[in-house]
């Protein structure tokens, strides 16, 4: 063959052995270099053959003997020009017909970008029964005996032996070398939920054969890997099915021989140039911060009936978690706010996978609707710099819809606002420019660090930064405690520079606070003209370094996993004041007084979202089975707040709002701190997974808001080495959790209501009918070999049996015949139908639970002709749910119903019923409107020196009178009484309302610091009153927790009358005192 050496180091010969066509075994590699080559001449090379690494064991036995290569070599213009040497006459075979000159494409000059896309299958083998859910794993090899790279997991496609892949999630993009080495591979899997998932076929494309075509289409047949195990591929090599992709070279930025260099690719995955990609990936992870401002021109999928789309946006990263997600606006072109639209994402450019935008349109009732996506790779979102985009939807392969991919072009757009803390993006302020060739006073605030290096052997770090100005210390922050991304709160510094100091900087060290002796961190040494160029408050993120004459080891083996520390910079030069500023003030002009508004407590919600990669600690195998713990803690007290159901077998879980919120009241200078701990649910005892500290300051400086992702830490005071051993290699995982603060005129207008306008209700005849049941959980007995006997009932919202189906004998996927009822139903009706799934078991026994879902009545009347599929899900009554529920709580099945018009609308007509919904729609955005525009309400001031405690109920306590008591409460602030509630008779569950179960008195400015006690007594009017029961907890603790509803266990403090019998427990709410 005629090769380019001219281009390259060396030639590398590879020796095969040939066992089939599918199937060949490396002997041995020979390098030459080509120096040698051209010292030499023309004539014969030889060269050793030596083993690869991971050779097979015959071959790296015999490494010292493979033999030797020798290649016949002729050079241009040497003996004779081009001509080649004479070969051996060999016996020719007949040619066949030739086919048409293909034109050499230019070899381009440097690494060569290349668009790889997946496009379909045909005939692949079954892995599940009668089919297969397929999906492709695109690597890169970058030449034999080197592991492959995975470039992109593409979507998979749910039961098809001839699958299609359509839109960018089943693209990737490869740098392949002009040198043309290496391989392009595709190994096709079927995904599986509950198992690993199973091989399908393998093939690959050669680089050198992608780098002779501008775009070139491939159908390759499927193959087993080399060394293949796998029983059933091995057993169909040969009939593994076809795989068919399109591999494009794009042009952008790329020089060709003989050629002007081409314009950049349009394309809805945006390219970076050569220039572009090198900055990206030098300065390491950015912080990026995206708005999401709205999209265009977005598919209606609600019918002209319903109005228009409820469009929201998900951002998902590269390993498919959910990162944000807007509001949702009911328009085909929506707008999102600033505020509510924003996320700040620390991203690597050199990370592989996407970063994917989805749009959806929400129905609260129904399945949600997918509207199309787009997905840009990791170095565009920060090698672009900071800009605007508009991108074309696409279809998804993920989320395959065929409505949408029937629509593709019609898909609309979303546009996006980009800011990357980029350093060599920095803009001076309008100041400096005037205040050229002079002196500035720079103040710099030091917001935090992300990722530092842990260097506690026992909990996360206690970090803090010194700052030094031309080798001078000016400044020390406070250690944040038990993390390595802390946040400072007022760690402002401020120094003076000059416009000539060219020589000077300002450093920036990192320290971990030890007992022992403090560990340095890692710095950053920023040039005095780098911080002048700084100006403007735009916060930049430095990445951490060594210092000059680093000495230590852990410090040089981390150099570039040190951390990154966010900075701020301001020009605070102010104009020269030309007061005496000696002057006292005179009679007639007295010294100004500047008071300060006093500060007010901020009500924050706290929901905690969920974790990511949390630790196994399951001894029996598969993954952890967690919940969260949140405990507030303040000068060594403990209040629990919230504790959330576990998620069975879970690393990944998420949890729903209405189980893992709460609220909590933030008061200035406030030493409280909110420890979040992660428990693994065990039946003999929970085990510890991390937590996170969260000061309260920082909440109610706004220094913590907004989403919030945090890694895992071990404790204060850590006992298990397990634990400690992780946290120092950041493998804990990590917790995200959502800060939204509440107060101010902001809630208080989004919580005042404007009068719904009385439009007539539409009222609708229509037939239901429960038609079937798909993937049901069996509830059989562990005794039982069948499966269970499905029936539904379907119940009114006051409890109403309106249907009962018949039970279908022994399946899990049941279909009904003739199972309907006629109904009558209201727009303006807010009740709703329950459909209850049962398991028959023929009066032997009661009948099982096997789900339960819902269907708002008010969603039949508005909604025409439509199929309904609903979700089941658990009882809230854990007694109620079959054990069998723990292995699959979130996937129960689900079921169909069908809505149909039964004889039109009553008394108007179906014609007349679209004008009344019409109407609806009208009415409501009116109103929204008006209570847009209404203006705020003055917000209403609680007095925040005085609390109110609300006792709502006692249960299960002790009966003082023989069978029962007449219990009332009592408060008490250090033993004196403050007030008591109304007597309830003859009950030991007694329920207060508020007017009567309220006890008003306690004076947070008085009472700080002392215990509240709440006496539980049996009223007696003939002797004495009888204690019941106690509990105690301090001011501040009420203070901590006010507008929560909590339940504590009482105390029995009459053990000579009751002996340990338990007291039963008691509910408060303390809220302010509005009175």
């Not at 379907?794 to 279908?808: E, R």
């Not at 658990?874 to 069908?898: Q, R, V, Y």
Request: glycine residues 6%; proline residues 6%; negative net charge.
């Amino acid at each position: 063959d005629a090769l380019p050496i001219s281009t390259m180091a060396a030639l590398t010969a590879e020796v095969y052995h040939y066992v089939n066509k599918e199937q060949s075994i490396l002997i041995g590699t020979a390098i030459i270099p080509v120096a040698d080559i051209l010292a030499k001449g023309n004539g014969s090379v030889t060269a050793k053959l030596s083993a690869n690494k991971g050779a097979e064991p015959i071959v790296a036995n015999n490494a010292d003997r493979l033999g030797t290569l020798s290649l016949k070599i002729t050079l241009p213009n040497v003996n004779g020009g081009n001509k080649r040497a004479a070969e051996p006459a060999t016996a020719i075979e007949p040619k066949k017909p030739s086919a048409p000159v293909e034109t050499q494409r230019p070899k381009p000059v440097g690494d060569q970008h290349v668009l790889i896309k997946v496009l379909s299958a045909t005939n692949l083998i079954s892995r599940d029964f009668t089919t297969s859910d397929p999906f492709v794993n695109i690597s890169q090899r970058a030449r034999i005996g080197v592991d492959p790279k995975l470039l992109k997991k593409t979507g998979h496609v749910s039961s098809d032996l001839n699958p299609k892949w359509v839109g960018p999630d089943a693209q990737a993009q490869a740098v392949v070398p002009p040198t043309g080495e290496g391989f392009i591979e595709f190994e096709v899997w079927d995904d599986d939920n509950l198992n690993a998932n199973e091989f399908m076929g393998f093939c690959k494309v050669a680089v050198e054969e992608i780098l002779k075509h501008d775009s070139k289409r491939y159908v390759m047949d499927l193959v087993p890997r080399e060394k293949e195990t796998d029983k059933t591929v091995l057993a169909n090599a040969g009939k593994l099915g076809t795989l068919t992709v399109e591999i494009t070279q794009l042009k952008a930025d790329n020089k060709v021989e003989g050629q002007a260099p081409s314009a950049p690719v349009t394309s809805a995955v945006p390219v970076l140039t050569e220039a572009q990609k090198v900055k990206a990936l030098r300065g390491g992870t950015r912080e990026v911060m995206i708005y999401i401002e709205g999209c265009t021109d977005v598919l209606d999928r609600d019918g002209a009936l319903l109005g228009e789309s409820d469009v929201y946006v998900v951002l998902v990263d590269p390993s498919g978690k959910e990162m944000f997600r807007t509001p949702v606006v009911e328009s085909q072109n929506p707008k999102y706010e600033i505020e509510k639209a924003t996320v700040t994402l620390p991203i690597n450019p050199a990370d592989t996978g996407v970063y994917t935008f989805e749009v959806w349109d929400e129905d609260p009732m129904m399945m949600r609707d997918f509207l199309g996506c787009v997905t840009i790779a990791p170095d565009v979102l920060v090698g672009g710099g900071s800009r605007k985009m508009s991108l074309a939807l696409q279809p998804s392969t993920v989320h395959n819809d065929k409505f949408i991919t029937q629509n593709t072009d019609k898909l609309g757009k979303i546009q996006l606002s980009i800011t990357v803390t980029d350093p060599d993006e920095r803009v001076p302020s309008q100041g400096q420019a005037a205040s050229k060739g002079g002196n500035y006073d720079v103040t710099a605030r030091i917001l935090g660090c992300r990722s530092l290096l842990n260097r506690s052997s026992v909990t996360a770090a206690d970090p803090f930064v010194m700052v030094y100005r031309n080798d001078s210390k000016i400044f020390s922050s406070v250690p944040a405690s038990n993390t390595c991304d802390p946040t400072f709160a007022n760690a402002t510094v401020t120094f003076k520079v000059a416009t000539g100091d060219l020589d000077g900087n300002a450093r920036f060290e990192v320290w971990d606070k030890c007992a022992l002796g403090n560990k340095f961190m890692g710095e950053i040494i920023i040039p005095t003209p780098d911080v002048i160029a700084s100006f403007g408050g735009k916060v930049i993120t430095y990445q951490l370094r060594p210092r000059q004459k680093e000495n230590e080891d852990v410090i040089k083996k981390n150099a570039e996993r040190l951390g990154q520390i966010l900075l701020t910079f301001e020009n605070s030069t102010t104009a020269p004041d030309n007061t005496d500023s000696t002057r006292q003030p005179s009679a007639n002009q007295p010294a100004k007084v500047v008071q300060e508004t006093p500060k007010q407590p901020r009500n924050v919600t706290f929901y905690i979202e969920g974790c990511d990669s949390l630790l196994d600690r399951d001894a029996i195998g598969g993954h952890s089975d967690p919940f969260v713990v949140v405990v507030a803690t303040q000068n060594g007290k403990e209040v629990k707040l919230l504790k959330t159901p576990f998620i069975n077998d879970q690393p990944n879980p998420k949890w729903d709002r209405k189980d893992s919120s709460f609220e909590f009241t933030a008061f200035p200078n406030d030493t409280t701190s909110l420890r979040v701990e992660v428990w693994d649910d065990d039946q003999m005892s929970s085990d510890f997974l991390g937590c996170v500290y969260l000061p309260i300051t920082d909440v109610f400086n706004k220094t913590l808001t907004g989403k919030v992702v945090k890694k895992l830490g071990a404790r204060e005071k850590e006992s298990e080495s397990y634990i400690t051993e992780n946290a120092s290699k950041g493998g804990l995982g990590t917790i995200t959790i959502n800060i939204d603060d509440r107060s101010g005129p902001a809630a208080v207008r989004a919580t005042s209501k404007v009068a719904e306008p009385d439009v007539p209700a539409v009222v609708r005849k229509v037939r239901l009918t429960v038609v079937e049941g798909k993937s049901l959980c069996n509830v059989e007995g562990m005794m039982a070999t069948g499966e269970s006997d499905p029936y539904v009932i379907v119940t009114a919202s006051n409890g109403t049996v309106l249907l009962t189906t018949p039970a279908q004998d022994s399946t899990l996927n049941p279909k009904w015949k003739n199972a309907n009822i006629p109904l009558t139903v209201k727009s303006n009706d807010t009740g709703s139908l329950t459909f209850t799934v049962m398991d028959s078991n023929n009066k032997l026994s009661s009948d099982s639970f096997m789900g339960r879902a819902s269907l708002a009545i008010a969603d039949i009347a508005l909604k025409g002709n439509i199929s309904h599929t609903l979700k089941l899900l658990p009882s809230e009554n854990a007694k109620e749910n079959h054990s069998n529920f723990t292995k699959k709580s979130n996937d129960l099945g689900s079921i169909t119903i069908e809505i149909s018009e039964e004889d039109g609308t009553i008394g108007k007509g179906a014609e007349a019923a679209k004008d009344q919904i019409a109407e609806v729609s009208k009415a409501k955005a009116e109103s929204k409107a008006k209570a847009d525009s209404a203006p705020a309400p003055a917000p209403v001031v609680r007095n925040q020196y005085k609390i109110k405690a609300w006792v709502k109920n006692l249960k299960n306590i002790i009966a003082a009178d023989f069978t029962s008591s007449d219990p009332f409460v009592k408060l008490l602030i250090d033993g004196k009484q403050i007030g008591k509630t109304s007597t309830v008779s003859s009950n030991l569950n007694p329920t207060w309302d508020e007017a009567k179960g309220s006890i008003r008195g306690i004076d947070v400015a008085t009472n700080a610091g002392q215990t509240i006690t709440l006496e539980v007594e049996d009223e007696d009017n003939v002797a004495s009153n009888d204690k019941i029961g106690e509990f105690k907890l301090s001011v501040d603790d009420v203070i901590a927790t006010i507008g929560q509803t909590r339940t504590f266990d009482l105390i029995n403090n009459n053990t000579g009358k009751y002996g340990k019998k338990n007291p039963g427990t008691i509910t408060l709410l303390f809220t302010y005192d509005d009175k």
